[in-house]
């Protein structure tokens, strides 16, 4: 997986595009995201189905893995099980 790939949710409707990313998997309500969405759709995990924004950006603690939401969904973004968070907007310089 690189930089500018859209992945699908195969529990939900939400759509990411990678921004940053190592080897581990990006899932979406407990199951891995794809290219391509499944025929079947998988179910989606009670533990992660606390929904996804559109236009917000996805980063894990260690800032190794950070997504953009394209399309929102119900399905929450995980890593390896641990959650990503909603990245915070950085704050603009004070002008005296």
Known sequence: MKPGTRL???ACDTEVMVIRCAASAIECGGTPMG???PAD???LCADHSNGTLMGKRYVDADNTY???CVKPGKGSL???GIALATKEAKPLP???
């Open 8 to 10: 699908k949710s195969a």
């Open 35 to 37: 290219e391509a969405k």
């Open 41 to 43: 759709e998988a179910s």
């Open 66 to 68: 950070e997504v953009l």
């Open 78 to 80: 995980s890593v390896d």
């Open 94 to 96: 004070a002008s005296d």
